[in-house]
């Protein structure tokens, strides 16, 4: 099992920055690929971002690509999400994700989930 925890988000204007923590604890943090997801009200879950185990390989999705960066850091057991240039369409409850695999942008993939942080942009 592995436990996630996410942590950061809030209430921003557009335009503004966010960085979003997921601590993990459980099995070892580096066996796993990273992702975050988010979901607005009444949308279906959305890819943001992957990660592979090393960190070497990242994917985005084109609405984040060139504002939001994932990184991670093995020592810490802690994946981020910077995310900059926010968009009020950015507005939703954001998850993170592990996998045993290189990464993924399909959530059925991904065997652990966080419970979420809420990220709001104003405009």
């Known amino acids: 099992q592995v436990q996630l925890v996410e942590s950061g988000g809030g209430l921003v204007q557009a335009g503004g920055s966010l960085r979003l923590s997921c601590a993990a604890s459980?099995?070892?943090?580096?066996?796993?690929?990273m992702g975050w997801f988010r979901q607005a009200p009444g949308k279906e879950r959305e890819f943001v971002a992957a990660?592979?185990?090393?960190?070497?390989?990242?994917y985005y999705a084109n609405s984040v690509k060139g504002r939001f960066t994932i990184s991670r850091d093995n020592a810490k057991n802690t994946v981020y999400l910077q995310m900059n240039g926010l968009k009020p369409e950015d507005t939703a409850v954001y998850y993170c994700?592990?996998?045993?695999?290189?990464?993924?942008?399909?959530?059925?993939?991904?065997?652990?989930w966080g419970q979420g942080t809420q990220v709001t942009v104003s405009s």
């Open positions: 994700a592990a996998q045993l695999g290189p990464g993924s942008s399909l959530p059925s993939t991904y065997a652990y």
């Open positions: 459980g099995r070892t943090f580096s066996d796993y690929a």
């Open positions: 990660l592979s185990w090393s960190g070497g390989s990242t």
